[in-house]
Every structure is written in C-alpha cells, then in structure tokens.
C-alpha cells in the first residue's frame, strides 16, 4: 500500500484552519453488529451509497484533537481520552454503536506518527489537528438507524483559527438564530449542528463580525456558545460560564480552563445563567472563547442590535492572557503536567 507522497511545501507559519492534505487516514467498518479490526489508508475518497443514511438523514459524529510539538521535538496529545468518550457519547446520542476507546486512541496514534513530516513546528504555534468521524453509511429509506458505519480518522496542519492577529475578535449576540434547544442534540459533535449554523456564521461575517454568540432558545436571554467554542468572562473578578446544562458541547478546553483557574489561579469559578445584558455592565472586564481550534481566544467586541461593547480597546485582557499561558504552556510540555493531561506519542 502506498500513498501520494506528498511534497511539504507548506509554509507552516502562515497556516490557518484550512483542509491541507496528508497521506494517511484510518478506517474501520461497522457490519453484521460488530466493528472489524480498522485499517490505515492512503488519504483519498470513500465510496458511499446515495441512499447512505448520513446523506439523508444526517446520522454523523465527529470529533476534533490536535497534535503539537514540544520544544524538544516530542510529538504530544492533549488529553485524548476525553475525546473517545465524547465521541461515544455523541454516537449514543445518534442511536449510533459505541466505538472502543483504546481502538480510538491507538487509531490516532498510527495517524499522526504516518503523517507526523505534516507537524507544524513548535515555534510556529501550528498543529497537526485531527479529525475522527463517524457516519451511518449503510443504506436507508426510512428514517430509522443505519445498520452499517464507519469510522475515518484523517488530518491535516492548521494555524489559528479565527484571524484575529494577536486582537480580539467581534462577536455578534444572535436575536434571531440558535444553536440548540432543551432536549436536542446541543450536547453531542453530531454534523447537523454544525449544518445549522453555517448561515447564521455567513450573515455575521458579511456584516464585519468574526462569529456569533448564540442565545437559549426558550427565553433568548442566556449565553450559550459561540459558533464552534465555549464562552468564558469575568465578571467582578470571576470566571463565568453558562451551565452546561446539555444544550451546550462540553468542551474538553472548557473543562481544563475551569480546572486550572480553579487550582492554579484561585480564580472563583461561577457555571450560572448569563444574561446577555450582564455583558454590557461595567463590572463584566473581560470575555474569551474556548475551544481546540479556538485554543483561547480573546473576545473583542460584542454587539446585540445596537448596543455594542468593547473589551479592553479590543486587547486580551490580563486574566484572559494568564489562562492563555498557562494552558498553552502545560499542553506544549513549557510547563510541568501535573495532572497528565499530555499523551507523548513519540
Ligand atoms: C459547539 C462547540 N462548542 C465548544 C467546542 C470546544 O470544545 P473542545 O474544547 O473540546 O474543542 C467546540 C469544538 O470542539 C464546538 O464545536
């Protein structure tokens, strides 16, 4: 077996979150009710029925991770195991077979070590992001669960993954659009979530603004998230974000955030309803984004109708830059991993 071996002419330095081809992917097979062994493959296309359960009726998970270098060159994950748990969350949730955890992590593994020449440096702050999904791939008219999946496991570098160039970026508190409701799908990396908020996002952008911040759809009051990250703020000196409360991804930076203000920073931590009006007052001094691809990501300005309030003349505020370092530190081995969280592949 053989790939297209490509020739890395990729200036890691000036990456964003863009699909640059690897070689190998991994996939494995859900049929007669059991998973075969899984195998790597070159990176190319799948073949899929049109009557695929997936096409019509959305029934696909995915999942996102990345590996990055340490400044002695090892190859590092940042708790992986979070990840095959949400994913098996989300495939129950979809009605979809749970996929072992230890297959999962050593699937990525053998990814990322075939494709590691696509590991952005350390000093570039790139990363080789990984991208495991789950489809319903077997044939359905009804609407009822596939009975066969697959899971594909693939890659590729990225840089960061709003452009926001060291400033803040400008968030737009949705009236109209939400993410997710009471008793949906909100808590699952299920595909379709994502489908519904690509117009919402396209609108946002057209009128200047980087994302959107979405609202609880009973009362169209509370913070939910932002397009795809977690929102934090500090309001009077603490770190608060919206319960999760199953309409809300759990975010694995999300869960590392809260620890680490927690334990390291003795930062007061509030999981509570946030008003979007709370934003607007004077004691809410800073807000940020959390996410793999998001990293932390500093929040500039948000707007709702015409109200708008900027953050710190759009500068990452001083608690926001701490939680940056010490994460960002901790998941590039800077700085002692005192909970291990870092897998070391090699
Ligand atoms: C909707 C949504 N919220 C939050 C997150 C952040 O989750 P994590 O920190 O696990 O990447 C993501 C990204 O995966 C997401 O898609």
């Known amino acids: 077996m053989q790939a297209n071996e490509l020739k890395i002419e990729i200036d890691f ?16 097979y859900f049929k ?30 995915f999942e996102g991770l990345k590996a990055l270098k340490s400044k002695d060159n090892h190859i590092l994950l940042f708790r992986p195991i979070e ?21 999962f992590l050593k699937a990525i593994e053998e990814v990322v ?11 570039s702050g790139g990363a080789l992001y990984i991208r495991p999904i789950m489809i319903g791939s077997g044939p359905m008219l009804g609407v009822a669960p596939a009975n066969e999946f697959m ?9 960061s993954y709003f452009n926001a160039e060291g400033s803040g970026i400008e968030l737009l508190i949705s009236k109209k659009y939400t993410r997710s409701s009471q008793g ?23 009128l200047g603004y980087d994302e959107v911040i979405y609202l609880d759809s009973i009362h169209m ?9 977690n929102f934090c703020t500090i309001i009077d000196g603490k770190l608060v974000t919206p319960k999760r409360d199953g309409t809300i991804l759990e975010g694995i930076t999300l869960k590392s955030v ?25 004691n809410c001094t800073e807000a940020f984004c959390t996410g793999t691809a998001a990293v932390i990501t500093p929040i500039g300005s948000i707007t709702y109708g015409k109200k708008r309030k900027e953050f710190n003349n759009k500068e990452p505020g001083e608690i926001t830059k701490t939680i940056y370092n010490l994460l960002t530190s901790i998941q590039r081995l800077d700085k002692k991993d005192k909970y291990n969280w870092v897998e070391i592949l090699e």
């Open 151 to 159: 899971v594909m496991i693939y890659c590729s570098p990225v840089g």
């Open 32 to 61: 007669d009710n059991k998973w075969d062994d899984g195998k790597i493959m070159p990176y190319g296309p799948i073949e899929i029925f049109p009557s695929a359960n997936i096409l019509s009726y959305g029934q696909g998970i």
């Open 83 to 103: 990840n095959a748990k949400r994913f098996n969350i989300s495939a129950e949730r979809l009605a979809m077979p749970s996929f072992d955890n230890n297959k």
């Open 258 to 282: 809260l620890d680490l203000a927690k334990k390291e920073l003795k930062i007061p931590v509030r999981e509570r309803d946030i008003s979007y009006e709370e934003l607007f007052k004077p």
């Open 221 to 229: 009051k509370y913070i939910s998230e932002v397009g795809a990250a």
């Open 184 to 206: 949906g799908t909100g808590y699952s990396k299920m595909c379709g979530n994502y489908a519904g908020i690509l117009k919402p996002a396209k609108e946002a952008k057209k």
């Open 13 to 28: 330095n000036k990456l964003g979150f863009e699909i640059v081809q690897t070689e190998w992917m991994y996939v494995s």
């Open 113 to 123: 070590l075939l494709n590691k020449k696509f590991i952005p440096p350390y000093n």
